[in-house]
């Protein structure tokens, strides 16, 4: 997969960062390779580095403006499946969003929200590994959504509520971010 120096790209699955220029570095203090750098999109000050031959195994492409709104679309349609076992829900969580698998992670998103609902009507909140998959699930689509759709992540739910005719269940959250299912 070839990159630009400026794209805007998905890495580990989660994280949005822009393209930097391709370095030779000693990471291991004795052989050289070529890395790739990448510049995450909410941390500028940050930067990864992924060796040039792994940048496909790490890296995908924003998904086409098609392909957002056929998402986008399918929300209203969404079901979603409590996983009651706290270790097999945050590993499938983990794994999730590791993948950017939307057809997976709306669903999962759905499914914390629900919950999220359902525990604030009873006096409680999630676990903070849940509050930490939904956040970074919620700003994963988010940023991507608004990036290929060419508006801010604050316009976001209302250009979702225009479409659909309902609000990403994520909107009003506690935390503030405003998001995607």
């Not at 070839?2 to 580990?12: A, C, L, N, R």
């Not at 031959?53 to 995908?60: A, E, I, S, T």
């Not at 499938?92 to 604030?120: G, I, N």
């Not at 994963?140 to 608004?146: A, H």
Request: hydrophobic share 30%.
């Amino acid at each position: 997969m070839d990159f630009s120096s400026g794209d805007k790209v998905i890495y580990g699955g989660c994280q949005m960062c822009i393209v930097g220029d391709v370095e030779e570095k000693s990471l291991d203090g004795v052989s050289f390779d070529e890395y790739v750098k990448l510049i995450p999109v909410d941390a500028p000050n940050s930067r990864y580095f992924v060796q040039c031959d792994k940048l496909g195994d790490r890296v995908r492409p924003l998904l086409s403006k098609d392909g957002v709104l056929s998402y986008i679309d399918s929300l209203s349609d969404l079901t979603a499946e409590w996983i009651p076992d706290r270790t097999k829900r945050r590993s499938e969580f983990s794994e999730t969003l590791k993948c950017s698998d939307y057809s997976k992670l709306l669903p999962m998103v759905k499914a914390l929200c629900d919950e999220k609902k359902k525990r604030r009507d009873a006096g409680k909140s999630l676990m903070s590994s849940d509050e930490k998959a939904l956040d970074s699930a919620t700003r994963l689509i988010s940023n991507e959504f608004s990036e290929v759709l060419g508006i801010s992540p604050e316009e976001l739910p209302s250009f979702i509520s225009r479409r659909t005719g309902t609000s990403p269940c994520w909107v009003g959250s506690a935390d503030g971010h405003q998001g995607t299912a």
